[in-house]
């Protein structure tokens, strides 16, 4: 059974950073290309990055792009996101999935605010 | 990127009634299509993916169909555990993109 376990969420201020990770389990993780995927409150559904197998392709959304990292450790079964220069409108739920998106986490929640 | 236009926003059904909801992609994606579930406080759950597949353990009630830029997902016989909201997603390129969302209500 895939299971996929986000962490590292929290309150933090404005132009702070945070990093999530996401810890993988029940697939041969260095097979799939993996992605984060956020939700604001009350709000629908954003993708924000994806990497390839082998980190040789990555990509961000716009809204992202220059101030958040994906990477990834094939040999932890483990899956990052360091969010730099955070902002309010980063506030949101973090899921990482497998993927096509077929398989998700259950969130990390990331509050930005004074 | 491909804009993903889902339709309605919200919907009002009762139990027993056979619902239909939209996407249009704004180019081809063939059937790169995944249809999910959202109850509140939970992650998404995918119900059809490949714009037609039904996932292992969803029940037949729910169906999907389309290729190219338009595509439906139908659930025949609504039950009660069936309100929720619904979204459809591209996989076709990156970055992927989902439909805005419809909100499924009780009448």
């Known amino acids: 059974e895939v299971q996929l376990v986000e962490s590292g969420g929290g309150l933090v201020q404005p132009g702070r950073s945070l990093r999530l990770s996401c810890a993988a389990s029940?697939?041969?993780?260095?097979?799939?290309?993996m992605h984060w995927v956020r939700q604001a409150p009350g709000k629908g559904l954003e993708w924000v990055s994806g990497?390839?197998?082998?980190?040789?392709?990555?990509d961000y959304a716009d809204s992202v792009k220059g101030r958040f990292t994906i990477s990834r450790d094939n040999a932890k079964n483990s899956l990052y996101l360091q969010m730099s220069s955070l902002r309010a409108e980063d506030t949101a739920l973090y899921y990482c999935?497998?993927?096509?998106?077929?398989?998700w986490g259950q969130g990390t929640l990331v509050t930005v605010s004074s | 990127d491909i804009q993903m236009t889902q339709s309605p926003s919200s919907l009002s059904a009762s139990v027993g009634d056979r619902v239909t909801i939209t996407c249009q992609a704004s180019?081809?994606?063939?059937?790169?299509l995944n249809w999910y579930q959202q109850k509140p406080g939970k992650a998404p759950k995918l119900l059809i993916y490949?714009?037609?597949n039904l996932e292992t353990g969803v029940p037949s009630r729910f169906s999907g169909s389309g290729s190219g830029t338009d595509f439906t997902f139908t659930i025949n016989s609504l039950q009660p555990e069936d309100f929720a909201t619904y979204y459809c997603?591209?996989?076709?390129?990156?970055?992927?993109?989902f439909g805005q969302g419809t909100k499924l209500e009780i009448k």
């Open positions: 490949d714009a037609s």
């Open positions: 997603q591209q996989y076709g390129n990156l970055p992927y993109t």
């Open positions: 999935a497998k993927d096509t998106l077929r398989d």
């Open positions: 029940g697939f041969t993780f260095d097979h799939y290309a």
């Open positions: 990497i390839s197998w082998n980190s040789g392709s990555i």
């Open positions: 180019q081809d994606i063939s059937t790169y």
